[in-house]
């Protein structure tokens, strides 16, 4: 079956960022589409009533969900395993369940213990944003981004290649499939160590800086750059470490084990150490830029100096948009000694990214692809 055919009522319980972000793309695609909601503050679905994107609100997860043909887990990790639970006994056998949680395997463990394989495909959209909530949501947020969809090795489910359609088509994302071992291993080392080592330099300034706070005052450039996600949601990323523990710690161990040996360079104040341990960050982190095969895609970048002159990021930006230029993503580099006030954009696609450079040259920017 289709996922336009087969999926008409879609359940969500928990609606933030990214249940509010799926609900607004299957919205676009199925107008009249059944979006049934359930969380514990309905004052902050009153929007998304407002806006049509949800149909139904339930006090409770029960019944109102027994006629949903898909139904989206949107809550913290381990309130998602209560909310499977409760919807064993309401939920229809020919209704798929689904999440979006970053640990796989505390939930797989649940489904298996439920008996609910047949009609449970785990899934995590590698997106996101510092801010939460419904109100931030928008439907293109999955767009281009990696959405894993995880399945127990040996488990066949029916389910399957409507979901994978579904992930492709409406959200329009880059499907990976993944066991949830492997999927909590990866997403440890690239998403939830890179949050406890941003959590821990925050700390760390702050509890370093002077009474008049020099340290707040100044950080600019690659210190917001490297802290920006420590904005995020702390019970989500404490809900996250007491569920893919394991994972964590032994990550953070072996990054302990790296940054005593860059110590004992720095201490010894030797250079060849010191260059090849930058040399060697810098390279791979460069490849992932420039990688042309596997699922890690080319990302499209380039920089452009603004002029230090009121409205120049708006003029550039508005001569984009006049001539039909999609972006991505922007980011403002705020630290002079890198770049003398440019600005970082990213576009979906290289052509895309070569009409830009073409426009932008042709008006005398100074404008570099990376």
């Known amino acids: 079956m289709s996922w336009k055919t087969g999926f008409h009522t879609f359940g969500f319980i928990g609606f933030g ?21 359930n969380v514990r503050d309905h004052s902050k679905i009153q929007q998304a009533v407002q806006d049509g994107v949800v149909n139904r609100t339930a006090d409770a997860v029960d019944e109102a969900f027994s006629a949903c043909d898909i139904i989206f887990l949107c809550a913290p990790v381990a309130t998602n395993n209560e909310n499977l639970r409760k919807l064993k006994a309401v939920v229809s056998p020919n209704c798929l369940i689904t999440d979006v949680g970053s640990v796989k395997s505390s939930i797989h463990e649940t489904v298996k213990e439920l008996g609910l394989e047949k009609q449970f495909i785990g899934g995590h959209p590698m997106t996101g944003s510092e801010r939460i909530g419904y109100l931030n949501s928008r439907a293109d947020l999955t767009r281009n981004a990696y959405y894993i969809l995880t399945i127990p090795e040996g488990c066949t489910s029916p389910f399957l290649e409507p979901m994978k359609e579904m992930v492709q088509e409406c959200f329009g994302s880059i499907l990976l499939v993944l066991d949830p071992n492997t999927h909590d291993y990866v997403t440890a080392a690239i998403s939830h160590l890179p949050h406890v080592i941003s959590a821990s330099l925050v700390n760390l300034v702050k509890e370093s800086d002077d009474p008049e ?6 950080a600019a450039g690659g210190f917001k750059d490297i802290t920006r996600i420590s904005s995020s949601s702390p019970a989500m990323w404490q809900n996250i470490c007491m569920t893919n523990t394991d994972n964590i710690l032994s990550l953070l161990d072996d990054y302990i084990t790296a940054l005593s040996r860059i110590r004992t360079s720095i201490e010894a104040k030797d250079p060849q150490g010191l260059y090849d341990f930058f040399s ?14 596997g699922p890690i895609t080319r990302s499209c970048l380039l920089t452009v100096v603004i002029p230090d002159e009121a409205g120049a990021m708006a003029i550039i930006l508005s001569m984009l948009a006049f001539h039909q230029v999609n972006i991505k993503n922007i980011n403002i580099t705020h630290n002079r000694e890198y770049a003398n006030g440019s600005v970082l954009i990213e576009f979906y696609d290289e052509p895309t990214r070569e009409k830009a450079y073409r426009l932008l040259q042709e008006r005398n920017y100074e404008v570099q692809i990376l």
């Open 17 to 37: 960022l990214i249940g509010g972000s799926l609900a607004r793309a299957i919205r676009a695609q199925l107008p009249d589409a059944v979006i049934v909601v």
């Open 213 to 218: 706070g020099t340290m707040k005052m100044i």
């Open 280 to 293: 060697s960050a810098r390279t791979y982190r460069d490849s992932f830029n420039a990688g042309v095969s």
